[in-house]
């Protein structure tokens, strides 16, 4: 452990050193890339302290019981020894989570996706739900969320919704909610009281930064539309919408939420780059057979992950086994819990893959 808190010290100072020079200052992507990692450093650093001044007060108290005579000083000693050994094993486990190589992704801010599955209109109300539930659990980390894209269901929510989330570690949380997500209940719409299951999809993309992908702009067509939907009058009389076609991909791209052309531009230009840093990502994580484990795989976008039974107030995490009787709180956007023990269970799979 002390070997490889040296290892991170020497590389802090060089950090130091970096962040100060006039050419990474003058390079916007090395200065971001080396404040990033500066911050990150600094909280190894930090527990690093408390774990050295707790061995070196181990290392004192196990000197006064070896050598000194006096009843009293030993006796302070051993009970400092005490609530030091008790003490370190915490750290200790703290700071192995630290040394985890982080997800270069995890600091991005992120675009969601959530398109209704299975269940008709049902589905699509369903999909309004977990826009809320991400909506209000954003509020809560003080993040702020701006839509891209709405397709609306006809009895309420949306058959997709496309917004983006920034803020602080934005990927590094919601990147365990993409998969299929499923609701138990008798619909808004069932005379008869049954119980119906019907489910959603959440994408989770890290967004890509301008320097991450190099987009060529005679690789994409523009396509000007009206916009459609409620907005007042001058969205269906203005050519505001705005849908990208990358022609070496097929990838297609709209953004309507805007009144102004230019800002839906940007937006979608923001999403375009996003999905194809994506596919950067996902040859990376093909590459990477720990990768092709982790529970945050976005490869198998059709895998469920997680079930929400309104009739017992249940919320279950089908990955790690995880049963919640909270529904209630959970679907007003109190995931923490949830996020926190699936953050857990992955550092633990990559510290038993690295032992």
């Known amino acids: 452990m002390l070997e490889k808190l040296k290892l991170v010290e020497d590389r802090f100072e060089e950090i130091n050193e970096l962040i100060?020079?006039?050419d990474i200052i003058s390079d916007q992507k090395?200065?971001?890339?080396?404040?990033?990692?500066?911050?990150?450093?600094?909280?190894?650093?930090?527990?690093?302290?408390?774990y050295k001044n707790l061995l070196s007060n181990k290392s004192e108290?196990?000197?006064?019981?070896?050598n000194e005579n006096d009843e009293e000083m030993i006796e302070m000693a051993k009970i400092q020894l005490e609530e030091v050994e008790a003490k370190v094993p915490q750290v200790e486990e703290d700071l192995k989570l630290l040394l985890i190589p982080k997800d270069p992704d995890d600091s991005k801010n992120v675009v969601v996706e959530i398109r209704a599955g299975t269940g008709g209109d049902e589905a699509s109300i369903f999909a309004g739900d977990l826009y809320?539930?991400?909506?209000?659990f954003s509020e809560s980390k003080k993040w702020s969320v701006n839509l891209v894209d709405v397709s609306e269901g006809t009895s309420g929510g949306y058959k997709e919704i496309i917004f983006e989330v920034n803020g602080e570690d934005v990927y590094g949380n919601l990147k365990f909610e993409a998969g299929v997500h499923r609701v138990q209940r008798?619909?808004?719409?069932?005379?008869?009281?049954?119980?119906?299951?019907?489910?959603?999809?959440?994408?989770?993309?890290?967004e890509a930064e301008e320097f991450d992908v190099e987009l060529d702009m005679q690789d994409v067509r523009i396509e000007r539309t009206t916009s459609t939907g409620p907005g007042g009058q001058s969205v269906n009389t203005t050519y505001s919408a705005i849908r990208l076609h990358h022609e070496p991909t097929g990838?297609?791209?709209?953004?309507?939420?805007?009144?102004?052309q230019h800002k839906n531009?940007?937006?979608?230009l923001k999403v375009l780059r996003t999905r194809l840093y994506e596919l950067e990502v996902e040859k990376r994580r093909q590459a990477d057979s720990l990768k092709r484990k982790s529970?945050?795989?976005?490869?198998?976008?059709?895998?469920?992950?997680?079930?929400?039974?309104y009739p017992q107030g249940r919320v279950t995490e089908h990955r790690i086994g995880l049963t919640l009787y909270d529904l209630t709180k959970i679907i007003n956007g109190d995931i923490q819990k949830i996020i926190d023990e699936l953050m857990l269970a992955e550092n633990s799979e990559i510290l038993k893959a690295n032992i």
């Open 295 to 309: 529970m945050v795989s976005s490869g198998d976008r059709s895998a469920k992950i997680r079930t929400y039974n």
């Open 30 to 50: 090395k200065y971001i890339q080396i404040s990033k990692e500066y911050k990150e450093i600094k909280k190894i650093i930090e527990k690093g302290s408390v």
């Open 251 to 260: 990838i297609t791209v709209s953004c309507q939420d805007q009144k102004s």
């Open 186 to 206: 008798v619909p808004q719409t069932e005379t008869q009281g049954r119980v119906h299951t019907s489910a959603a999809t959440v994408i989770i993309l890290p």
């Open 265 to 268: 531009l940007d937006k979608a």
């Open 132 to 136: 809320r539930m991400y909506t209000k």
């Open 61 to 66: 108290a196990l000197e006064i019981i070896s």
């Open 20 to 22: 100060i020079r006039p």
